[in-house]
Nanobody, 115 residues
Framework: QVQLVESGGGLVQAGGSLRLSCAASRSISSINELDWYRQAPGKQRDLVATITKTSSTNYADSVKGRFTISRDNAKNTVYLQMNSLIPEDTAVYYC?????????WGQGTQVTVSS
């Protein structure tokens, strides 16, 4: 089982930056895939970024070049560095882990980008 706790959300002006953190309750070195998703009001939850156990990364087209996902195995934490934020990035951001054929979710953290 994996418990995930996100932090770092908030209100930021367009063009600004935020760094989200996701702390896991167990060692993440054994977790094959860690992801960040987001869900805007009235919309489906979309995959934003993925990092694998070997630190291979993948991004949604809408955030490529602006967001960076990283992992610190020593701290059991995954990060999402978000730069050049735009109002369309406003959403609840969720951390997720794919571990032993189950998907685990955090409670989410709100990111609001004002124009």
């Amino acid at each position: 089982q994996v418990q995930l706790v996100e932090s770092g959300g908030g209100l930021v002006q367009a063009g600004g930056s935020l760094r989200l953190s996701c702390a896991a309750s167990r060692s993440i070195s054994s977790i094959n895939e860690l992801d960040w998703y987001r869900q805007a009001p009235g919309k489906q939850r979309d995959l934003v970024a993925t990092i694998t156990k070997t630190s291979s990364t993948n991004y949604a087209d809408s955030v490529k070049g602006r967001f960076t996902i990283s992992r610190d195995n020593a701290k059991n934490t995954v990060y999402l560095q978000m730069n050049s934020l735009i109002p369309e990035d406003t959403a609840v951001y969720y951390c997720s882990a794919n571990f032993l054929f189950r998907r685990y979710w955090g409670q989410g953290t709100q990111v609001t980008v004002s124009s």
